[in-house]
């Protein structure tokens, strides 16, 4: 670890200087996880001779600071999907030549799988707050499901609209969710919703069957990967680019599509068996060499220039 060192700001835009500028005297290539303001700085003040990386999620294409960033000073932008190439060159302009595609790493030997064969009547969705998340699809879904059966139950992972601010202040956002809240009771589902708050997702998930991904867009949604890899079967609605990141035969139009598969998967030898591909996918597509590979593979070299 003598060749890498770690600059940490406290926020998009919140850091020390003097130790910014020191690490950058000492650096060779210059790596910026998220293109915020951390990517703008480093831009702004790199040496011509040094090398610089920028990793692009979806978050930072609902916020300005890409446009602030020096593009001529960038010798590589990583997207996280490939459906956000199009996108983050039309939004900021970039060339294609400086665009990669490198997934997500996803640490599959870190998360637990657990064998309880009543995991196949628990649904899980992590993180179901803003609106663009679902949360009223999973809504009908459990309904949907509990026609059929009463065991099947909805635990859901991260914060509630509450315990945002900007969700709170947002009069679109708080009408959804008071009608997700309607929904709840006029369908008696309260006893069959658990909020479990922020959690270790390596350990959490490990006896929920299905992990849902019912957005309305996402980059590559890492939780979808981690349905799979903790053990269980992700289900997903077809928001863009999914299909370049999953199986088709988890990807979805309808929910009572979806509700039908789950039904089908009580039986826990067929949920076994269909679980088998999603796994398989997730290894070979987040593993960790298959990361270390992309990575290196679109890594720049030092510019090799003369400091002087």
């Known amino acids: 670890f003598d060749q890498v060192r770690v600059d940490e700001w406290s926020s998009h835009s919140d850091h020390d200087e003097q130790q910014s500028t020191e690490l950058l005297e000492w650096a060779d290539v210059v790596f910026c996880e998220w293109m915020l303001g951390n990517a703008i700085w480093y831009s702004a003040n790199k040496r011509p001779d040094q090398s610089m990386v920028v990793r692009i999620h979806r978050f930072e294409l609902t916020r300005q600071y890409g446009f602030d960033v020096d593009i001529d000073a960038v010798d590589r932008f990583l997207v996280i999907s490939p459906a956000m190439m199009d996108e983050v060159q039309l939004t900021w302009g970039i060339p294609r030549d400086k665009l990669a595609y490198v997934p997500n790493y996803i640490p599959i030997e870190d998360y637990k799988c657990g064998e309880d064969p009543d995991r196949v009547f628990r649904i899980g969705m992590v993180g179901f707050v803003p609106k663009l998340k679902g949360f009223r699809r999973a809504l009908e879904l459990l309904r949907e499901l509990r026609t059929y059966d009463s065991r099947y139950s909805l635990h859901l992972y991260g914060r509630k609209p509450q315990d945002l601010q900007w969700v709170v202040d947002d009069p679109e956002e708080q009408r959804y969710f008071e009608q997700c809240e309607r929904f ?24 929920i069957g299905f992990v849902l991904s019912l957005s309305d867009i996402e980059g590559s949604h890492v939780a979808a990967s981690e349905g799979f890899v903790a053990g269980g079967v992700t289900l997903l609605r077809r928001w863009p680019g999914s299909e370049f990141m999953y199986p088709a035969e988890y990807i979805f139009d309808e929910i009572i599509e979806m509700a039908q598969t789950i039904l089908r998967c009580r039986h826990v030898d067929h949920f076994i068996s269909f679980r088998s591909a999603g796994r398989s996918a997730m290894a070979k597509l987040y593993g960790k060499q298959n990361f270390r590979e992309n990575l290196m593979g679109v890594m720049p070299a030092p510019r090799q220039l003369s400091r002087f």
């Open 184 to 207: 709840v009771r006029e369908n008696s589902l309260a006893d069959a919703i658990s909020y479990k708050g922020w959690v270790e997702t390596e350990e959490a998930l490990a006896d």
